[in-house]
């Protein structure tokens, strides 16, 4: 999807109701400051302008029924963000993406959701990416980590 290097693509990913939909709402909201407002079971879509700019957010739904929507729409990714629910700790879906994406050479970070849920201190321990830890439903982190993941994909 990248042309001429005015586009990238950032898919966002992780389990099932880890705060996926929640970081893209956010994401169109804070950086373009409209509200997004269209959900599927199958993905989410927004775009914002960086720097001139587009890029294309897509997430994927966390369901393993639907591992083949992460695959159809991680093909031509430029990045990602993967999204742990803090409460509930790294799923085998968690675990399975982080693999494909360290297997693949795909600059990535993990958003460690719903801080203000956790009951214990979650173990991240091998994850070679940055963590940072946001609250999607308040938007704490949220564009910092996004931020992040653009220097990281270069854009």
């Known amino acids: 999807m990248k042309v001429k290097n005015k586009e990238t693509k950032v898919v966002i990913m992780g389990s099932y109701n880890s705060g996926k939909t929640t970081t ?3 994401l169109c909201e804070k950086m373009t400051k409209v509200e997004y407002n269209g959900t599927t079971i199958s993905l989410d879509y927004g775009n914002i302008l960086v720097g ?3 890029v294309h957010i897509f997430t ?3 369901q393993e029924r639907f591992k083949f929507m992460r695959e159809i729409l991680s093909q031509g990714l430029d990045g990602a963000i993967v999204v ?3 409460s509930r700790g790294l799923t085998a879906t968690d675990e399975n993406i982080i693999k494909r994406l360290n297997d693949n050479q795909i600059p990535y970070v993990v958003f460690a959701n719903k801080q203000d ?3 214990e201190e979650l173990d991240l321990d091998g994850i070679d990416a940055p963590i940072i830890p946001t609250i ?3 938007g704490e982190g ?3 980590g996004f931020n992040l993941l653009l220097t990281l ?3």
Do not use: C, R, Y
């Open 52 to 54: 001139g700019k587009k």
């Open 24 to 26: 893209l709402e956010n």
């Open 117 to 119: 849920m956790i009951l």
């Open 60 to 62: 994927t739904p966390g």
């Open 84 to 86: 742990i629910d803090s």
């Open 153 to 155: 994909i270069g854009s």
């Open 142 to 144: 949220v564009e910092d």
């Open 136 to 138: 999607a439903m308040k």
